[in-house]
């Protein structure tokens, strides 16, 4: 089905989904508002597709749906929960993607090859699967939300321009198969240099809430450590100087949390202990 696409005397094709064939010339796409699933492959190949527009009640993009699209230059998945393996496999030209506040799962694959993908932003994502951004050879930014909870190996393998992550401080946020014996989430990212952390306001807050204004000193260094370190650290071991990052704040926080609470219940008892004498002296 075609319509008058409005844009330089091209016709945009309205995808039904079902059993529609889609041209293999197809260079503008609308999908129908009916459409919530766009299935496994349904534009597969489709080399001269340049522009998708979407709707927000969109919910899941299956397998392959847009492999081997190389000529799309971007995609709004507002409503998308969903992106299964391979779905932008070697969209060699996207170079946005705009994701919306229900995704849970970016499967296998799905952006590995996108050559021209420069940043990520995620509101929401559950799971960033194997290789999910692998050789995405100009990506230089991602920034993931506070309720990410599994990081894949190498989901972003050989993005060799990344520069900066930001990420939350979750001590088993990085997933080694049963095989692994190391990280590999950032295997060939020569230039990752920078990580920030997201959702960080209440490591802060109990920073802050710390007794010792040593601990507070240690705490800070220890989070700024990974930005000093990082750039000096090989790329085959920069997940690994990450994740032990991560473990190592999250340990000494704790720590400290005890060591507060152990000395407050001490002064306490101290000051129970002098109300005491005071009373008896009085008698």
Same mark, same amino acid.
């Given at each position: 089905m075609m319509a008058d696409g409005g844009g330089g005397g091209d016709d945009a094709f309205i995808y039904t989904g079902g059993e529609q064939v889609v041209p293999n010339d197809v260079t503008h796409v609308i999908i129908d508002r009916s459409v919530n699933i766009i299935p496994a492959r349904a534009f597969y190949g489709r080399k001269q597709l340049v522009s998708v527009e979407t709707h927000d009640? +969109? #919910? =899941?993009? #299956? =397998?392959?749906a847009f492999d081997g699209c190389h000529s799309l230059k971007g995609i709004k998945l507002i409503g998308v929960k969903v992106i299964e393996r391979m779905a932008f496999h070697i969209c060699t030209d996207l170079l946005d993607v705009e994701f919306g506040d229900k995704l849970d799962t970016i @499967? #296998? %694959?799905?952006?590995? %090859?996108? $050559?021209? &993908?420069?940043?990520?932003?995620?509101t929401s994502i559950r799971a960033i699967e194997s290789k999910a951004f692998s050789d995405c050879l100009q990506l230089t930014d991602v920034e993931l939300p506070k309720g990410v909870e599994r990081i894949e190996q190498f989901a972003f393998y050989y993005c060799p321009s990344l520069r900066r992550i930001a990420i939350p401080l979750?001590?088993? &946020?990085? @997933? $080694?198969?049963?095989?692994?014996h190391r990280f590999t989430i950032?295997?060939?990212?020569?230039? $990752?240099?920078t990580v920030d952390l997201v959702g960080d306001e209440w490591i802060h807050k109990t920073i802050s809430s710390l007794l010792l204004e040593r601990w507070r000193n240690v705490m800070n260094q220890k989070i700024d450590y990974i930005n000093q370190t990082l750039p000096n650290t090989i790329p085959s071991e920069k997940a690994d100087e990450i994740q032990y990052w991560i473990r190592s704040v999250i340990d000494k926080l704790e720590h400290y949390k005890v060591e507060h609470n152990r000395l407050l219940k001490e002064d306490m008892t101290q &000051? #129970? +202990?002098? &109300?005491?004498?005071a009373k008896l002296d009085e008698k």
């Open positions: 009640d +969109l #919910e =899941r993009i #299956e =397998r392959h @499967q #296998e %694959g799905a952006f590995d %090859g996108c $050559l021209s &993908l420069k940043s990520i932003v995620m979750k001590a088993d &946020l990085f @997933q $080694l198969g049963s095989m692994d950032f295997d060939a990212c020569d230039d $990752l240099t &000051l #129970e +202990l002098a &109300l005491w004498k």
